[in-house]
């Protein structure tokens, strides 16, 4: 089990699926006058939900986690899992799960924006990051 690996450092449970050099078609669609690409659903799913009551505070005892990633999971983390991890996890300095997607006319995600900001509200020290880095 996971939680036994109470000297874990890094937890990376997501990945970056959508490459858009991948692409042989760029379906885009238009909303509010700005075009967007429309990429394949980028959630992956049958994933760890990471929720409180699917059981996240099971990871409580990785208490020297300093990296945590799940972007592209088909997470529900919210604000009560952002409270218990910036108490849970103290060590904790990067993320990778809730920063702006920098796909190419990737439409911006509200919610997500949302999470984040209210997380760097509680730990204005960890560093939010994106798995995708290729600016097209």
């Not at 429309?38 to 020297?64: I, Q, V």
């Amino acid at each position: 089990m996971v939680s036994s690996l109470t000297r874990l450092k890094h937890l990376d449970l997501g990945y970056e699926s959508r490459y858009p050099w991948t692409f042989k078609s760029e379906e885009t669609y238009e909303r509010k006058g700005v075009e967007y690409v429309r990429y394949p659903d980028n959630k992956t799913f049958d994933t760890l939900e990471l929720s409180l009551e699917s059981g996240l505070d099971r990871l409580g005892a990785l208490k020297n986690l300093e990296m945590f990633g799940f972007e592209c999971l088909n997470h529900r983390i919210g604000r009560k899992e952002l409270d218990w991890m910036a108490k849970s996890w103290p060590r904790l300095r990067m993320m990778y799960g809730l920063d702006k997607e920098r796909l190419y006319k990737i439409e911006h995600d509200e919610e997500r924006a949302a999470l984040k900001e209210y997380f760097e509200e509680l730990r204005p020290d960890v560093v939010h990051d994106s798995l995708f880095q290729d600016y097209m």
